[in-house]
């Protein structure tokens, strides 16, 4: 047993609070980030491409957008075939453009 490395890092009480208080700031981040898409001071292309949404859930993500409520969500994700499940750094190119597209058109007739 002596001379043998631990494979599992140990956590201090210490590295555990300063953990803790990265992941609350990244969670800060992402609120305040979502805030601006919105209000609409984010772009939508700028939104689905930005490191901040890429663990959201695309359905939630959808919702942020003026003008698109559940059903609107439920029909572009239906046409652009992605999965109830699918987080948006997980869509595939082609379905990230149509996103992009139909989300578009959407917030132009609410400017």
Do not use: C
Request: net charge positive.
């Amino acid at each position: 047993m002596s001379g043998e490395r631990n494979l599992y890092p140990i956590n201090s009480s210490e590295r555990a609070r300063e953990m803790a208080r990265k992941s609350a700031e990244k969670r800060h981040e992402i609120r305040l980030y979502k805030d601006k898409v919105k209000k609409g001071e984010v772009g939508v292309r700028d939104a689905f491409l930005s490191p901040l949404t890429q663990r959201l859930y695309v359905d939630r993500f959808l919702m942020l957008f003026k003008g698109v409520g559940k059903r609107t969500m439920y029909d572009f994700m239906a046409a652009a075939h992605v999965a109830a499940n699918r987080r948006v750094g997980g869509l595939r190119e082609r379905q990230r453009e149509q996103l992009i597209d139909l989300v578009e058109r959407v917030r132009e007739r609410y400017e």
